[in-house]
């Protein structure tokens, strides 16, 4: 029920909880696999089916002088404009009807090309009947081409009939759901569509590198049943299918299909399938998808490369780990580090090697020593086997597996690769008419997560201005996309709030595992503070990233849930210029039980 559901994503989901123990009929299928032209799907091809020169939101603001610097040039400027505008409208109409043609009907008229050039190739001795056939045909297109520039207007748009939705969600996954979630609780009315590229119902993605390859369940593959950090057994997807589908009729779902292109001015978005709605409220939450490979894949060694994202490359990877000896993860920040652990633990006779580029595993967020210790421990613990400095030159076929081909010289061979790098943000419709941030990637947004009017963005794909920080951020967590989903559907409800939150994430590699607040880059100082100060025994600290002396994120091992506790103290702003300040912000000492509460234990 969406209704309890909803309480029950604000009062768990921050701690890891996830939501139903019943299981989704909806099916898996295969693992989504490179060709060597990497991972540009056909879809893309579908695009801009809006006018590129439709008027803004936000118009230019003229300052005052300008304005009277246009009129001292308006009279004089008046009959050029006359002589030179006519022509250029007439010119942009003809333009904007061979754009709409070849873009919102594109398939159509592509097989009319190539049926009128199939009939020529075949006519070559009827040239003059087919030339008087082809001035009927233009003459006949030049009739369509009045109805398809008007496609996309107000008034043919009612004529067309696109389906009006009150809101429409882009994304299927946390940020979707907590979206659809705060959209229904006070209305269970609420007209929703929702749309995501998969074939599931919303489930949660951090157990897929983490608690699903640590179960006990030798059926895991199947029963997708997990237990939290807490120890609470927990089902994967957030509600099963009758409440989700069933008993809310007026939630629509589409699965499998993405949205190719957005009207932002007419409020239409346009599907892979040819599909159009029109909506009043919209939510962009598409996540992010797993980038190229650095390396062309040859056909022959398609079935022993993969990706890792979702839920059907976990059921991939799950079984295909079965059937083999050796295996190589490559990728060594958050995604790598994390499923080659979790092979590691879940299969004993599998060897598991992890390459990543750079020098040391989780070089961009650890500090160099801490990297080492880390992977030091992963390797003695659990069996890892580590290759960095490993840069790609190709791959081969080798008997049933593969040869890995490395820049140095080293040949490594394997049953099979997962390419596990950090994913990039899937916003290829938004490109044309949207603002994308050019530092952090992303959609960039308001206080309110809106992008323009009635347009709203949430998750992987935002980026936003972090009130904590000052400063715009991308983030890719969890704890994250749940928020912003909340809020923008909030905002899409006409509440006006601002986003404040500040995320925290967690990680768990092997017998490591540890929480994070704010910007963790390694390119910045760092302190670090250790209950032990033994080098072998950094189990319980914290991990402090300073700018210009002010801390703007912190990693706190062996303290669980006291990373948010440091919010306040980046909020502040002040500098830190002495070391023996970051003693005493965290605490990591279990606090002691009181006495009333060990007798109600009693």
Same mark, same amino acid.
């Given at each position: 029920?969406?209704?309890?559901?909803?309480?029950?994503?604000?009062?768990?989901?921050?701690?890891?909880? /996830?939501?139903?123990?019943?299981?989704?009929?909806?099916?898996?299928?295969?693992?989504?696999?490179?060709?060597?032209?990497?991972?540009?799907?056909?879809?893309?091809?579908?695009?801009? /089916?809006?006018?590129?020169?439709?008027?803004?939101?936000?118009?230019?603001?003229?300052?005052?002088?300008?304005?009277?610097?246009?009129?001292?040039?308006?009279?004089?400027?008046?009959?050029?404009?006359?002589?030179?505008?006519?022509?250029?409208?007439?010119?942009?109409?003809?333009?904007?009807?061979?754009?709409?043609?070849?873009?919102?009907?594109?398939?159509?008229?592509?097989?009319?090309?190539?049926?009128?050039?199939?009939?020529?190739?075949?006519?070559?001795?009827?040239?003059?009947?087919?030339?008087?056939?082809?001035?009927?045909?233009?003459?006949?297109?030049?009739?369509?081409?009045?109805?398809?520039?008007?496609?996309?207007?107000?008034?043919?748009?009612?004529?067309?009939?696109?389906?009006?939705?009150?809101?429409?969600?882009?994304?299927?996954?946390?940020?979707?759901?907590?979206?659809?979630?705060?959209?229904?609780?006070?209305?269970?009315?609420?007209?929703?569509?929702?749309?995501?590229?998969?074939?599931?119902?919303?489930?949660?993605?951090?157990?897929?590198?983490?608690?699903?390859?640590?179960?006990?369940?030798?059926?895991?593959?199947?029963?997708?049943?997990?237990?939290?950090?807490?120890?609470?057994?927990?089902?994967?997807? /957030?509600?099963?299918?009758?409440?989700?589908?069933?008993?809310?009729?007026?939630?629509?779902?589409?699965?499998?299909?993405?949205?190719?292109?957005?009207?932002?001015?007419?409020?239409?978005?346009?599907?892979?399938?040819?599909?159009?709605?029109?909506?009043?409220?919209?939510?962009?939450?598409?996540?992010?998808?797993?980038?190229?490979?650095?390396?062309?894949?040859?056909?022959?060694?398609?079935?022993?490369?993969?990706?890792?994202?979702?839920?059907?490359?976990?059921?991939?990877?799950?079984?295909?780990?079965?059937?083999?000896?050796?295996?190589?993860?490559?990728?060594?920040?958050?995604?790598?580090?994390?499923?080659?652990?979790?092979?590691?633990?879940?299969?004993?006779?599998?060897?598991?090697?992890?390459?990543?580029?750079?020098?040391?595993?989780?070089?961009?967020?650890?500090?160099?020593?801490?990297?080492?210790?880390?992977?030091?421990?992963?390797?003695?613990?659990?069996?890892?086997?580590?290759?960095?400095?490993?840069?790609?030159?190709?791959?081969?076929?080798?008997?049933?597996?593969?040869?890995?081909?490395?820049?140095?010289?080293?040949?490594?061979?394997?049953?099979?690769?997962?390419?596990?790098?950090?994913?990039?943000?899937?916003?290829? /419709?938004?490109?044309?008419?949207? %603002?994308?941030?050019?530092?952090?990637?992303?959609?960039?947004?308001?206080?309110?997560?809106?992008?323009?009017?009635?347009?709203?963005?949430?998750?992987?794909?935002?980026?936003?201005?972090?009130?904590?920080?000052?400063?715009?951020?991308?983030?890719?967590?969890?704890?994250?996309?749940?928020?912003?989903?909340?809020?923008?559907?909030?905002?899409?409800?006409?509440?006006?709030?601002?986003?404040?939150?500040?995320?925290?994430?967690?990680?768990?590699?092997?017998?490591?595992?540890? %929480?994070?607040?704010?910007?963790?880059?390694?390119?910045?100082?760092?302190?670090?503070?250790?209950?032990?100060?033994?080098?072998?025994?950094?189990?319980?600290?914290?991990?402090?990233?300073?700018?210009?002396?002010?801390?703007?994120?912190?990693?706190?091992?062996?303290?669980?849930?006291?990373?948010?506790?440091?919010?306040?103290?980046?909020?502040?702003?002040?500098?830190?210029?002495?070391?023996?300040?970051?003693?005493?912000?965290?605490?990591?000492?279990?606090?002691?039980?009181?006495?009333?509460?060990?007798?109600?234990?009693?």
């Amino acid at each position: 029920m969406f209704r309890n559901i909803s309480s029950s994503i604000k009062n768990k989901a921050r701690t890891n909880q /996830f939501f139903s123990k019943n299981e989704s009929k909806i099916s898996a299928s295969s693992s989504l696999k490179w060709t060597e032209k990497g991972r540009k799907s056909n879809w893309n091809s579908i695009r801009n /089916f809006s006018q590129k020169n439709e008027k803004r939101d936000h118009p230019p603001n003229h300052s005052s002088s300008s304005i009277q610097n246009q009129k001292l040039v308006q009279s004089s400027s008046l009959n050029l404009g006359v002589l030179i505008g006519i022509p250029l409208i007439f010119s942009a109409i003809y333009f904007n009807s061979e754009y709409y043609k070849g873009n919102v009907h594109l398939n159509k008229h592509h097989e009319e090309e190539e049926e009128e050039e199939e009939e020529n190739s075949e006519e070559d001795d009827h040239e003059d009947d087919d030339e008087e056939d082809e001035d009927e045909e233009e003459g006949n297109e030049d009739e369509e081409e009045n109805e398809e520039n008007q496609l996309l207007s107000e008034e043919t748009t009612k004529k067309k009939g696109y389906p009006k939705k009150k809101y429409v969600i882009i994304g299927g996954g946390v940020g979707g759901y907590a979206a659809l979630t705060e959209l229904v609780e006070d209305d269970r009315e609420s007209e929703v569509l929702m749309i995501t590229a998969e074939e599931h119902l919303p489930y949660a993605r951090p157990p897929l590198s983490k608690e699903l390859w640590t179960s006990s369940d030798s059926n895991v593959n199947e029963n997708l049943h997990f237990k939290t950090r807490e120890g609470i057994e927990q089902h994967i997807y /957030f509600e099963d299918e009758e409440s989700l589908m069933k008993e809310n009729p007026n939630v629509e779902w589409l699965f499998n299909k993405r949205v190719v292109d957005i009207d932002v001015r007419r409020h239409l978005i346009l599907l892979d399938d040819g599909q159009i709605f029109e909506y009043s409220k919209c939510l962009i939450a598409s996540g992010c998808e797993p980038s190229p490979p650095p390396i062309p894949i040859p056909e022959d060694c398609l079935d022993n490369v993969s990706s890792f994202k979702t839920l059907n490359d976990f059921k991939h990877l799950e079984a295909k780990s079965n059937k083999i000896k050796d295996i190589v993860i490559f990728g060594g920040e958050f995604l790598g580090s994390e499923l080659a652990c979790g092979l590691a633990h879940r299969r004993e006779n599998l060897k598991v090697r992890q390459m990543f580029p750079e020098a040391t595993m989780m070089a961009n967020i650890f500090p160099q020593y801490l990297s080492e210790h880390v992977s030091e421990r992963i390797k003695n613990e659990i069996g890892v086997d580590f290759h960095p400095n490993a840069k790609l030159e190709r791959i081969e076929k080798n008997g049933e597996g593969v040869v890995l081909h490395l820049e140095n010289g080293e040949r490594v061979e394997t049953d099979h690769v997962v390419f596990a790098t950090e994913p990039e943000p899937s916003i290829d /419709f938004a490109l044309k008419d949207l %603002e994308i941030d050019p530092i952090n990637g992303g959609i960039t947004a308001n206080a309110e997560l809106e992008t323009r009017s009635d347009l709203f963005v949430a998750g992987d794909v935002l980026s936003y201005y972090d009130m904590t920080l000052k400063r715009r951020r991308r983030v890719e967590h969890y704890d994250h996309a749940l928020n912003t989903g909340e809020t923008a559907a909030a905002n899409m409800k006409g509440k006006k709030m601002p986003y404040s939150h500040f995320p925290t994430f967690w990680s768990e590699m092997g017998n490591v595992s540890f %929480e994070g607040v704010g910007i963790t880059d390694s390119k910045l100082e760092t302190v670090s503070v250790w209950q032990k100060t033994d080098s072998k025994n950094l189990e319980k600290g914290a991990v402090y990233y300073l700018d210009n002396k002010k801390i703007v994120g912190a990693i706190v091992f062996g303290a669980p849930g006291k990373s948010h506790l440091l919010k306040s103290t980046i909020g502040y702003g002040l500098p830190y210029l002495d070391n023996q300040d970051f003693k005493n912000l965290i605490s990591f000492e279990k606090p002691k039980e009181s006495k009333e509460s060990l007798e109600s234990q009693d």
